[in-house]
């Protein structure tokens, strides 16, 4: 089988134009699934395709606004364009947004639950012929009813049940469109136009779960299949350490509480190396830059609480779609003696974190009076923290 070439422009157009009324005023594509819209988790599957460079998102007049609102955060989206009375109307609207495109993929909003895999093999197999569509075998026996009794019982081995992704060679979908526009022939997919027009369409086995989502129980279904992959998805460690020097005449602030001391921490911020290490730790899990790179060492930090810091921590990491599921910290210092002092601390960063206090381990050790810790000359703490993934605000 020849691939599509990869640099070749391949675009795909998602169908979010359908008014879906069966499930009351608000456009099916629109309606949340897993806390984000239908159309969204379509969009992502396409986007994650190896070889899909771009999107236009087709979506209803009233609610362009509201798609543009949706998919902003995804920058390989083109277009968002006003879809026509019917879904044929709909797709020609959205190849006529991708003139460069070579190659397209045409998917509808309201099977939320196809993979990036899908998309692929998809479009792997209109390589062959220049158009492929998803399509399950029947699995059922199938009987051509009319008039409330059976008039023939149908050879199920050669009927299958089409799906979305489909995809083609850009030319051969517009002379098809461009055809039955002339012709005035309507389809229900964009695989029958190109039938019509004698084109050979290769079919893929679609997914089981690529379900069309039509009713409230397919919703629910949905909902239930996402919970599962999202549930499946890793977590993400980070690491954290900070050092920082014993001076006189500085308050001893560790884990966000202050510790009676003759000497603390020397630093621009108030030298919290518990809470640094933590937000190290966070930064690092969530894949973001550390500490020095959020908070530089100027005018507005200086003196700063680290508290604060770390509650900024947090919304940086959770806009990047993730929230702390456990915490864990060891304090490394000689003296004072910290453990009166670590249930409080662990109250502070449980809180900071929005975890209950059991998801939050802190300990402190000495260093055998190894080392420059250990002589006392300054305290360190070592950090490790897990996040789960979030669904991105919409
Ligand atoms: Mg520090």
Same mark, same amino acid.
């Given at each position: 089988m020849s691939a599509v070439d990869p640099s070749a422009p391949t675009a795909a157009i998602l169908v979010a134009a359908g008014r879906g009324r069966r499930m009351g005023a608000v456009p099916k594509p629109f309606l949340p699934l897993a806390g984000r819209p239908m159309l969204v988790h379509a969009l992502r599957a396409l986007l994650e395709a190896p070889?899909?460079?771009a999107?236009? @998102? &087709?979506?209803?007049? $009233?609610?362009?606004?509201?798609?543009?609102?949706?998919?902003?955060a995804f920058p390989r989206v083109a277009a968002v364009v006003p879809g026509g009375e019917e879904r044929q109307d709909s797709v020609a609207a959205g190849l006529e947004a991708v003139p460069q495109a070579e190659w397209v993929v045409v998917h509808d909003a309201a099977r939320p639950l196809a993979t990036p895999d899908l998309v692929r093999r998809v479009l792997a197999a209109a390589a062959e012929t220049g158009a492929a569509t998803a399509a399950l075998p029947s699995r059922d026996t199938l009987k051509e009813v009319a008039g409330g009794v059976v008039r023939r019982t149908l050879d199920r081995e050669r009927i299958w049940q089409v799906q979305t992704p489909q995809a083609f060679r850009a030319a051969l979908l517009r002379a098809a469109h461009e055809r039955a526009r002339r012709e005035g022939l309507r389809a229900t997919d964009d695989a029958a136009l190109v039938e019509a027009a004698g084109g050979v369409v290769? @079919? &893929?086995?679609?997914? $089981?779960l690529n379900l069309k989502v039509t009713t409230p129980a397919d919703l629910e279904l949905a909902e239930a299949v996402v919970a599962r992959r999202e549930g499946l998805t890793p977590l993400r460690t980070g690491i954290g350490y900070d050092a920082h020097r014993l001076v006189p005449g500085r308050r001893l602030v560790l884990g966000g509480v202050t510790i009676p001391f003759d000497?603390?921490?020397?630093g621009h911020s108030d030298a919290d190396a518990v809470l640094h290490a933590l937000m190290d730790a966070l930064l690092g899990a969530a894949g973001l830059p550390d500490i020095g790179q959020h908070f530089p060492a100027d005018e507005r930090f200086r003196g700063a609480d680290s508290r604060r810091l770390l509650a900024e921590v947090v919304s940086r990491v959770q806009a990047a779609g993730f929230l702390p599921v456990q915490a864990d910290v060891v304090v490394l210092a000689e003296e004072p003696r910290?453990?009166?002092h670590l249930p409080a601390m662990r109250?502070?960063?449980?809180?900071?974190?929005g975890l209950e206090e059991e998801a939050v381990g802190i300990k402190a050790t000495t260093t055998d009076g190894l080392g420059a810790i250990g002589r006392g000359e300054g305290i360190a703490a070592q950090a490790v923290a897990t996040l789960r993934p979030v669904p991105p605000k919409a």
């Open positions: 070889g899909v460079h999107a236009v @998102v &087709v979506a209803p007049p $009233a609610y362009l606004d509201a798609a543009r609102a949706h998919t902003a290769r @079919v &893929v086995e679609g997914e $089981a000497r603390g921490l020397s910290l453990a009166p109250a502070v960063i449980a809180g900071l974190l």
